[in-house]
């Protein structure tokens, strides 16, 4: 078994698959429809202003947004400058325009004074938007954004109200969230034990069916712990070995072993991949 991960330093990937549960597998689903990360892929809170606001407090709005406590300066920042880098103009029945902080550097380089100037007298009007009922696939977003030439897309319902707006950050954020649920639904739906370890024997993550689970122990938690807190010392300095045998050849350490659980003698195949880190 080999899945695709970031890593920092040598790490494996051990499959442990039980040989009683071949006659108990299951069919699960697999793939995460795209529609579920629509809305993942929309800031429903954008800023929105009146014509009558001011360019200043435009500006000062999309500062506050980016410097806000309210988000976590761990996420990429790309996302979170793109949320911050736009306001959208509403009149109080429909959208007439958006101010990004693009407008800001031309208003700069013509060095407009932007002391008491309105925003509706420097805002884009006809922006490229998109109804919410439209809104089939994040692909369909992120082409009309690349074929549009614009930043922002502004996402309204089926009355012409605001409901949020899009990014290319913002898209590419959700594709990922999607991508990253359609690995773990097909992991799930493995019914096999897969663990990661690092070089030395620490157990770093761990995929399980619920029929794995259900023949561990309900306290077994090894993330964090080295083989040898788990296994009897044999089978971790065994196992142990194929790690370094899999990480020094790059090729699948696969062996069968066999050790007791919950008072009974459970049989495995274990294969051991080599994780590389690019």
């Given at each position: 078994?080999?899945?695709?991960?970031?890593?920092?330093?040598?790490?494996?990937?051990?499959?442990?698959?039980?040989?009683q549960?071949?006659?108990?597998?299951?069919?699960?689903?697999?793939?995460?429809?795209?529609?579920?990360?629509?809305?993942?892929?929309?800031?429903?809170?954008?800023?929105?202003?009146?014509?009558?606001?001011?360019?200043?407090?435009?500006?000062?709005l999309?500062?506050?947004?980016?410097?806000?406590?309210?988000?976590?300066?761990?996420?990429?920042?790309?996302?979170?400058?793109?949320?911050?880098?736009?306001?959208?103009?509403?009149?109080?029945?429909?959208?007439?325009?958006?101010f990004?902080?693009?407008?800001?550097?031309?208003?700069?380089?013509?060095?407009?004074?932007l002391q008491?100037?309105?925003?509706?007298?420097?805002?884009?009007?006809?922006?490229?938007?998109?109804?919410?009922?439209?809104?089939?696939?994040?692909?369909?977003?992120?082409?009309?954004?690349?074929?549009?030439?614009?930043r922002?897309?502004?996402?309204?319902?089926d009355?012409?109200?605001?409901?949020?707006?899009a990014?290319?950050?913002?898209?590419?954020?959700?594709?990922?969230?999607?991508?990253?649920a359609?690995?773990?639904a097909?992991?799930?739906?493995?019914?096999?034990?897969?663990?990661?370890?690092?070089?030395?024997?620490?157990?770093?993550?761990?995929?399980?069916?619920?029929?794995?689970?259900?023949?561990?122990?309900?306290?077994?938690?090894?993330?964090?712990?080295?083989?040898?807190?788990?296994?009897?010392?044999?089978?971790?300095?065994?196992?142990?070995?194929?790690?370094?045998?899999?990480?020094?050849?790059?090729?699948?350490?696969?062996?069968?072993?066999?050790?007791?659980?919950n008072?009974?003698i459970?049989?495995?195949?274990?294969?051991?991949?080599?994780?590389?880190?690019?």
């Open positions: 078994m080999s899945m695709s991960t970031h890593a920092n330093h040598n790490e494996v990937i051990i499959d442990r698959h039980s040989r549960s071949l006659n108990q597998l299951t069919t699960k689903p697999m793939l995460v429809q795209n529609s579920i990360y629509l809305d993942l892929a929309i800031d429903l809170n954008p800023i929105i202003v009146s014509p009558e606001s001011s360019v200043l407090e435009a500006i000062s999309m500062n506050q947004l980016l410097d806000s406590s309210e988000f976590d300066r761990s996420a990429d920042l790309r996302l979170l400058e793109a949320r911050a880098s736009c306001v959208l103009v509403d009149d109080g029945s429909k959208l007439i325009g958006i990004s902080k693009l407008d800001v550097m031309h208003l700069v380089e013509k060095q407009v004074n008491g100037l309105q925003i509706v007298d420097v805002i884009s009007d006809s922006p490229i938007v998109i109804r919410r009922s439209q809104i089939q696939d994040l692909e369909s977003m992120l082409n009309l954004l690349q074929t549009s030439r614009c922002h897309l502004p996402v309204l319902d009355l012409d109200k605001i409901i949020g707006v990014t290319q950050e913002s898209i590419l954020f959700a594709n990922l969230a999607n991508l990253e359609q690995k773990r097909v992991l799930n739906a493995i019914p096999d034990l897969i663990y990661r370890v690092s070089v030395d024997g620490i157990y770093l993550e761990c995929f399980s069916s619920n029929y794995v689970t259900d023949i561990l122990p309900s306290d077994l938690n090894p993330i964090g712990k080295n083989l040898s807190d788990i296994l009897p010392n044999d089978l971790a300095n065994r196992k142990l070995n194929a790690i370094n045998k899999a990480i020094a050849t790059g090729e699948i350490q696969s062996f069968e072993q066999q050790w007791h659980i008072g009974q459970q049989y495995e195949e274990v294969q051991i991949v080599k994780v590389n880190d690019q």
